[in-house]
């Protein structure tokens, strides 16, 4: 799934607050004015080399309107510039086997959206893999800050409680299209930052807020991972206003901590996690708001091997063996020659799939089998008696995958029924798919009747069993390969039969309009539709009347019997008379519908009014009956719902006959009103058209 994110209006944390104001992420066009607290102090250079340090860019004075969100390498002194590594990562975020993730709140008032965001990335290849928008707005997946515990391989987070009134030490599992939250402990006050060290101790950094809703002070602390207890170390000297992010360089027991005071500035500090006092290594260039802040530990001893090349995982058809060839590396991790003899491992999914003897600038290439059929990462490395040099890896599926859903489609032509469809070439999982060897299996509904199996065309007719009731036929067409077989792909429904009454038509689902025509008479770019509100819908021309037909399927009508047909109608703006009348014939054409059973009517209700006349035929047969939307140009939505025949009459009066001026008004009951007379709410008509007052 890929996705354009748009910045404008977007914020993370903007406008949360609990008893003091929470840590909120701001570009600058949100961020606070008036008096803060004094900025930090001025830049200096490190007291050591640095490490390589990677982090969110969520914010910068130089962007203006044109956002630059990413995963960014940071400058290791004054001067240096931002390094893009993932564009458009946006959020806090963790690094973990090979992926980032990013979990931000996108919020946009105006269209009142507020929710979480999960996006993730390859991060070698720098890849979308994966965005989902969280609806439900479960906000304990939403961290303040999260980071990987090197002991357990879990992610721990502070985050939000689940109804955004707290905090909340997390476990934040991740997959590839997935997050969830389980709840270690509740965690009072406000929340930065938190680190792990290379033990699996947990660090955090917490704030204090003024009675104006800036910051006045942060502490680091050490935070049980078990139980969330909290141990004060002591005050940092700084005042992180906005949302921030630490990491430990885990080599040497350093921790950064990326810093956004309200002065609108952005600096890295380190921490002296004895005492719990940072100082500014340097200032940012642009006054960049970094998250998710990670330090990568060095992938190998300087002595150890560097990584292998060209590796290759090689799979044919949907065969669960194959072989895996890399080239072994010439020098050591520190770019001197190698000399002594290699070891290599290749590992699928983390489980050791082949080992053996190589050489220093060896062509090597191994046999390799797997357990079933799935997506695999295939990493390969080379040992020396010093110790395991870097891992390099491929991603791919292997084996047999999962056919995609053919898209069939069903034509009636008197009782045989024609389906088709594209053949099935492809999987839904990236698995193995031989279009030459698929075959479909085609179902009919209702009853689920297997009507082919084993079918290897694209192309099926269907002789449908005789009825004499009106009944909807709909198909579904599976794909199967290597005894797999997709999701069934749906055709729309197509009807024979008569409609025998009772009948109610409730229009819920698309497929409801089987056997009905829809008549765009007037030939303009409006007619009637099914609506997701669950019934037929028509809108407006502002020049053009509306003169669209809904008729029905066939009904069986016997001679001599009286039936009501009726319906619900109803429009959109209490300012705007629509119209209906309503016809019947022995065709479902416009010349056919001969007959009127409502004469022209006026609509002027925004709620459902149920319409209803009497058919009594002459003569035994099939009749269809058309409603027919006639409102004025520039008139609003009509909405239909509800259709029902039934046998029996009713007692309301259908029609009369006007005995006076045009704009004589009668009372259903055949009377006249009087001149000047309020109309009470009721049926009347009035120069042979039906009129409604609500």
Not at 55 to 79: E, H, I, M, Q, T
Not at 625 to 653: F, Q, R, W
Request: negative net charge; hydrophobic residues 40%.
């Amino acid at each position: 799934m890929t996705k354009t994110l748009t910045f404008l209006s977007v914020a993370l944390f903007a406008g949360v607050a609990f008893t003091s104001a929470a840590d909120t992420f701001a570009p600058a066009s949100l961020r606070k004015t008036g008096v803060a607290p004094a900025a930090q102090s001025a830049a200096h250079t490190a007291s050591a080399s640095m490490p390589e340090i990677d982090g969110v860019v969520v914010a910068a004075s130089n962007w203006g309107a044109n956002a630059k969100p990413g995963f960014y390498r940071l400058p290791v002194a004054d001067g240096e510039e931002f390094s893009l590594i993932v564009d458009e990562a946006y959020g806090s975020a963790v690094v973990k086997d090979n992926r980032l993730y990013t979990i931000a709140r996108i919020t946009m008032p105006e269209l009142d959206i507020d929710y979480p965001r999960l996006t993730v990335y390859n991060l070698k290849t720098g890849e979308e893999i994966y965005f989902e928008n969280y609806y439900s707005k479960n906000w304990s997946i939403l961290p303040v800050d999260m980071d990987l515990d090197p002991v357990t391989g879990e992610v721990y987070a502070i985050t939000y409680n689940s109804s955004m009134t707290g905090y909340q030490l997390s476990v934040l599992t991740f997959t590839d299209n997935s997050v969830t939250s389980r709840k270690v402990a509740d965690m009072a006050g406000n929340w930065n930052a938190v680190a792990f060290d290379a033990d699996g101790q947990l660090y955090g950094i917490s704030k204090v807020n003024n009675s104006e809703g800036y910051c006045v002070s942060s502490t680091l602390n050490r935070i049980d991972k078990a139980s969330g207890a909290v141990t004060p170390i002591g005050e940092t000297g700084m005042q992180p206003e906005y949302m921030s992010s630490a990491a430990f360089d885990r080599s040497t027991g350093r921790l950064f901590w990326s810093v956004a005071p309200a002065d609108n500035t952005g600096l890295l500090a380190e921490i002296n996690i004895a005492t719990g006092a940072a100082a500014t290594v340097y200032n940012f260039p642009n006054n960049e708001e970094v998250l998710g802040l990670y330090v990568p530990a060095p992938a190998a001893d300087a002595d150890a091997p560097a990584a292998v090349t060209d590796l290759k995982a090689n799979f044919t058809g949907g065969s669960l063996s194959g072989t895996v060839s890399f080239t072994a590396p010439t020098t050591l991790f520190n770019g001197t020659p190698g000399v002594s003899a290699l070891t290599y491992e290749i590992r699928a999914n983390d489980q050791v799939v082949a080992t053996g003897n190589t050489q220093y600038g060896a062509e090597v290439s191994a046999d390799i089998t797997v357990p079933a059929a799935a997506f695999y990462t295939i990493k390969a490395s080379v040992s020396n008696a010093v110790g395991k040099g870097p891992d390099e890896y491929v991603e791919l599926f292997i084996g047999n995958g999962i056919p995609q859903a053919p898209t069939p489609r069903a034509t009636l032509n008197g009782g045989k029924v024609t389906l088709s469809w594209e053949p099935v070439t492809a999987s839904t999982d990236g698995g193995y798919i031989d279009p030459a060897a698929v075959t479909y299996t085609v179902r009919r509904l209702p009853g689920d009747v297997e009507v082919a199996s084993g079918f290897t065309a694209t192309m099926y007719e269907d002789v449908l069993p005789a009825t004499d009731n009106f009944t909807v036929y709909t198909y579904t067409v599976s794909a199967e390969h290597a005894g797999i077989s997709s999701e069934p792909g749906m055709t729309r429904g197509v009807a024979v039969g008569e409609i025998v009454p009772p009948y109610l038509q409730t229009f819920d689902s698309e497929d409801s309009l089987a056997g009905w025509t829809l008549i765009n008479a007037n030939g303009d770019s409006r007619f009637w539709m099914w609506s997701d509100l669950q019934n037929l819908r028509i809108g407006f021309s502002a020049q053009t009347p509306k003169d669209d037909w809904v008729v029905t399927p066939p009904v069986a009508l016997k001679a001599g019997v009286t039936y009501t047909f009726s319906f619900d109608i109803y429009g959109d703006s209490a300012d705007d008379t629509e119209c209906v009348e309503v016809k019947m014939g022995d065709a479902n054409n416009v010349a056919a519908l001969t007959t009127a059973l409502l004469v022209p009517t006026d609509i002027n209700s925004t709620k459902p009014m149920n319409l209803k006349m009497l058919v009594k035929p002459a003569v035994t047969g099939a009749y269809f009956i058309g409603i027919h939307a006639m409102s004025e140009p520039d008139k609003y939505m009509l909405n239909l719902d509800n259709v029902k025949i039934e046998e029996g009459d009713h007692t309301a009066i259908l029609g009369i006959e006007a005995d006076g001026a045009a704009q004589a008004i009668y009372r259903i009951d055949g009377t006249r009103v009087p001149a000047g007379t309020p109309l009470t709410p009721g049926l009347y008509i009035r120069n042979g058209r039906k009129i409604i007052v609500k």
